[in-house]
């Protein structure tokens, strides 16, 4: 492609070079002919002048002309117009054409032999001046001069005809010399007007060429470490698979990634994690073959294409040359990183015949790698085949659902912690029907929509719908909606909250935004300020799983959250653990009544953790003891009665009261 550029680049500029000569060159010969015709004219004039003015000053011309001696007034006459210096030489001819007296530097006399001049001839016959412009070639004559023939008649009848030699030398050098500069301001003028838009053209060029280069990389390359993208990738497995395995087509795709490449962006940031990943970047190249492929796909995710692979003992061996080269530490900043690698393997053609294939598949073996304790190789089986058709059924409803909305949502009730358990709200739970009308649970189907990238359009939905259900509902009732870590990533959540907000006229204080700590991990500023905004708008926000992580508590003094979920995983602990369960949620709920924040139990599920929690300083509870998640219809249905029909009697009978009561004056809608 470059020399393609190159070899365009220098025809143009030869087109253009070989215009701006001939141009240069006409300009050139134009203003010379124009030149040489003035001079010309000036010369042949100047000579018909001074011969006319000769015969007008000489009274005894017909007598010369005859053969006599001039007179003396002639004489001096001749002797005044020689000295003038611009007639070199006069002659006189008789009416045949015959000279008869010249006058020249020496003397000025009668000739002695008559000499016969064509031009003198030709003149008389004519009537008219013959002028010629001849160049001296002799050093008596001078180097550039006109002579003129001027027959002289006397009423009507020819008496002689007058030469005149006229040194015009002089005003050829004037004349050569004004052309010259014209000539050259000319040109120059002409070159610039050439030369400014020609330079102009050629910098346009070179820009463009340099862009087209630019933008073709980046086609093919990855911009962080200059490896070959997904594009290149997929084209180069394509033709290595034209080529039979019989003749050295076979290869071997190593999928690899970086482990805990997330904790060197918390602990470095992300310069520290572009370092690592371009320093990654450099040492496979330089364990790699020149036919090799090395790609990378995005985030820490790599993969090496090892051609002419020798089976799984080639590949094998190839692979543990990868995870040795990363076993040197890298410097950043005075500081030491250490990187470890785990490598899903997928040979070519046997565990498949098309790119995305073999990607699958190396990228099964890759999560085996990462189950078996990450920092080594797994290749591809045949039993994962099972897992990857399962995914790709997956991915392939995943798609169908958001192109077609086909997801729906269930609702979980949350009630006050208090004995009278009055309902506050609902938790809106993502649920994937299958073909069958059986439902994908959102641990199945989560982490893949992350993967592909469609949970930001998931998220949309699942906020918009939410709010639009929450809107038909009594008004002191909330509605609480999960967010990923991922959708933060994808654009402004503030704008999507904002425009379900306006969309479905839902009133802010109603909807409850739950975050899990894990979002706080990565770029925790940007993302707080983006929860800031958030709750300007007066949505609550709330964490979620608190207690499961190992940073949740530098999170509460950070951002002022409204709302504490404790895991229901102390819950599932409840009855094995006794008093030291009962202890940690006492103490996670007294801190969220130090920091103001309300707290909410999830996972409850007998009758013991519902009496437990009431006797508690909780604010809200939720669980399959009070409801398992509904679908919308069901809410719409009958609010009031569905919900004491679903509760267990004993959780009303714990305080002589219905177990559900709507709080407000929207109990009787």
């Given at each position: 492609?470059?020399?393609?550029?190159?070899?365009?680049?220098?025809?143009?500029?030869?087109?253009?070079?070989?215009?701006?000569?001939?141009?240069?060159?006409?300009?050139?010969?134009?203003?010379?002919?124009?030149?040489?015709?003035?001079?010309?004219?000036?010369?042949?004039?100047?000579?018909?002048?001074?011969?006319?003015?000769?015969?007008?000053?000489?009274?005894?011309?017909?007598?010369?002309?005859?053969?006599?001696?001039?007179?003396?007034?002639?004489?001096?006459?001749?002797?005044?117009?020689?000295?003038?210096?611009?007639?070199?030489?006069?002659?006189?001819?008789?009416?045949?054409?015959?000279?008869?007296?010249?006058?020249?530097?020496?003397?000025?006399?009668?000739?002695?032999?008559?000499?016969?001049?064509?031009?003198?001839?030709?003149?008389?016959?004519?009537?008219?001046?013959?002028?010629?412009?001849?160049?001296?070639?002799?050093?008596?004559?001078?180097?550039?001069?006109?002579?003129?023939?001027?027959?002289?008649?006397?009423?009507?009848?020819?008496?002689?005809?007058?030469?005149?030699?006229?040194?015009?030398?002089?005003?050829?050098?004037?004349?050569?010399?004004?052309?010259?500069?014209?000539?050259?301001?000319?040109?120059?003028?002409?070159?610039?007007?050439?030369?400014?838009?020609?330079?102009?053209?050629?910098?346009?060029?070179?820009?463009?060429?340099?862009?087209?280069?630019?933008?073709?990389?980046?086609?093919?390359?990855?911009?962080?470490?200059?490896?070959?993208?997904?594009?290149?990738?997929?084209?180069?497995?394509?033709?290595?698979?034209?080529?039979?395995?019989?003749?050295?087509?076979?290869?071997?795709a190593h999928f690899i990634d970086l482990d805990r490449f997330k904790e060197v962006n918390d602990t470095f940031g992300h310069d520290g994690g572009d370092f690592l990943l371009k320093t990654v970047a450099e040492r496979l190249r330089a364990v790699t073959r020149l036919d090799d492929v090395v790609a990378r796909l995005g985030g820490d995710e790599f993969v090496v294409i090892q051609s002419g692979a020798d089976g799984k003992d080639g590949a094998g061996a190839f692979a543990n040359r990868l995870i040795s080269a990363l076993h040197t530490p890298i410097n950043f900043n005075e500081h030491?990183?250490?990187?470890?690698?785990?490598?899903?393997?997928?040979?070519?053609?046997?565990?498949?015949?098309?790119?995305?294939?073999?990607?699958?598949?190396?990228?099964?073996?890759?999560?085996?790698?990462?189950?078996?304790?990450?920092?080594?190789?797994?290749?591809?089986?045949?039993?994962?085949?099972?897992?990857?058709?399962?995914?790709?059924?997956?991915?392939?409803?995943?798609?169908?659902?958001?192109?077609?909305?086909?997801?729906?949502?269930?609702?979980?009730?949350?009630?006050?912690?208090?004995?009278?358990?009055?309902?506050?709200?609902?938790?809106?739970?993502?649920?994937?029907?299958?073909?069958?009308?059986?439902?994908?649970?959102?641990?199945?189907?989560?982490?893949?929509?992350?993967?592909?990238?469609?949970?930001?359009?998931?998220?949309?939905?699942?906020?918009?719908?939410?709010?639009?259900?929450?809107?038909?509902?009594?008004?002191?009732?909330?509605?609480?909606?999960?967010?990923?870590?991922?959708?933060?990533?994808?654009?402004?959540?503030?704008?999507?909250?904002?425009?379900?907000?306006?969309?479905?006229?839902?009133?802010?204080?109603?909807?409850?935004?739950?975050?899990?700590?894990?979002?706080?991990?990565?770029?925790?500023?940007?993302?707080?300020?983006?929860?800031?905004?958030?709750?300007?708008?007066?949505?609550?926000?709330?964490?979620?799983?608190?207690?499961?992580?190992?940073?949740?508590?530098?999170?509460?003094?950070?951002?002022?959250?409204?709302?504490?979920?404790?895991?229901?995983?102390?819950?599932?602990?409840?009855?094995?653990?006794?008093?030291?369960?009962?202890?940690?949620?006492?103490?996670?709920?007294?801190?969220?009544?130090?920091?103001?924040?309300?707290?909410?139990?999830?996972?409850?599920?007998?009758?013991?953790?519902?009496?437990?929690?009431?006797?508690?300083?909780?604010?809200?509870?939720?669980?399959?003891?009070?409801?398992?998640?509904?679908?919308?219809?069901?809410?719409?249905?009958?609010?009031?009665?569905?919900?004491?029909?679903?509760?267990?009697?004993?959780?009303?009978?714990?305080?002589?009261?219905?177990?559900?009561?709507?709080?407000?004056?929207?109990?009787?809608?």
């Open positions: 492609m470059r020399s393609f550029f190159t070899a365009s680049i220098a025809r143009n500029v030869g087109i253009v070079v070989a215009v701006f000569g001939m141009l240069i060159a006409g300009t050139w010969a134009a203003v010379k002919s124009a030149t040489d015709h003035l001079l010309y004219q000036n010369a042949t004039s100047t000579a018909s002048s001074w011969a006319r003015y000769l015969a007008e000053n000489v009274g005894d011309l017909e007598q010369i002309a005859a053969g006599e001696q001039p007179s003396s007034t002639s004489m001096t006459f001749f002797k005044g117009a020689r000295r003038g210096g611009q007639v070199f030489r006069y002659e006189i001819f008789n009416r045949q054409g015959y000279s008869q007296l010249a006058s020249d530097q020496d003397k000025i006399a009668p000739v002695e032999i008559s000499e016969f001049s064509i031009d003198a001839a030709h003149s008389i016959a004519a009537a008219q001046p013959v002028v010629a412009v001849k160049e001296g070639n002799s050093p008596n004559l001078p180097s550039f001069y006109a002579q003129a023939y001027v027959p002289i008649f006397v009423d009507r009848r020819p008496i002689a005809i007058v030469a005149a030699y006229v040194d015009q030398t002089d005003q050829r050098d004037n004349f050569y010399r004004t052309f010259l500069i014209e000539a050259v301001l000319l040109c120059l003028m002409t070159g610039l007007s050439f030369l400014i838009p020609m330079i102009a053209w050629l910098r346009r060029t070179r820009e463009k060429q340099q862009a087209d280069r630019h933008i073709r990389f980046l086609a093919y390359h990855d911009a962080l470490t200059g490896l070959a993208n997904r594009t290149q990738l997929i084209e180069k497995m394509q033709t290595a698979l034209a080529v039979p395995a019989s003749h050295g087509g076979g290869f071997a030491e990183l250490t990187a470890t690698i785990s490598i899903g393997c997928a040979l070519a053609p046997e565990d498949g015949a098309d790119p995305e294939r073999l990607l699958k598949c190396a990228d099964l073996a890759l999560y085996e790698a990462k189950a078996n304790g990450r920092n080594c190789v797994r290749f591809f089986q045949p039993e994962m085949d099972g897992a990857l058709q399962a995914r790709i059924d997956l991915e392939r409803t995943l798609r169908h659902a958001v192109l077609h909305e086909r997801f729906v949502l269930h609702y979980q009730p949350v009630f006050e912690a208090k004995a009278s358990h009055q309902l506050r709200g609902f938790e809106a739970l993502l649920r994937l029907p299958r073909e069958d009308g059986t439902l994908i649970p959102p641990m199945a189907f989560i982490p893949v929509a992350e993967d592909i990238r469609l949970i930001g359009e998931i998220g949309i939905w699942v906020l918009r719908e939410a709010c639009r259900t929450a809107a038909t509902w009594p008004d002191h009732l909330t509605i609480a909606v999960n967010l990923s870590a991922a959708q933060f990533e994808l654009g402004s959540v503030s704008a999507i909250v904002a425009a379900a907000l306006g969309e479905t006229g839902l009133a802010p204080a109603r909807l409850e935004l739950e975050i899990t700590e894990t979002l706080l991990l990565g770029n925790s500023e940007a993302i707080l300020d983006e929860l800031r905004t958030i709750k300007a708008m007066g949505v609550a926000i709330a964490m979620d799983d608190f207690g499961t992580g190992y940073s949740s508590l530098s999170y509460l003094w950070r951002f002022r959250f409204d709302k504490i979920k404790i895991d229901r995983s102390f819950m599932q602990g409840f009855d094995a653990s006794g008093q030291d369960a009962q202890a940690v949620v006492k103490t996670i709920i007294a801190l969220g009544r130090e920091l103001d924040m309300l707290v909410t139990v999830e996972g409850v599920e007998t009758e013991q953790q519902s009496v437990f929690l009431s006797g508690t300083d909780a604010d809200l509870v939720q669980g399959f003891f009070f409801s398992k998640p509904i679908p919308d219809t069901e809410i719409a249905a009958g609010l009031i009665t569905n919900f004491r029909k679903m509760l267990p009697a004993h959780a009303s009978a714990s305080s002589g009261k219905p177990a559900l009561q709507i709080v407000g004056s929207a109990a009787e809608q």
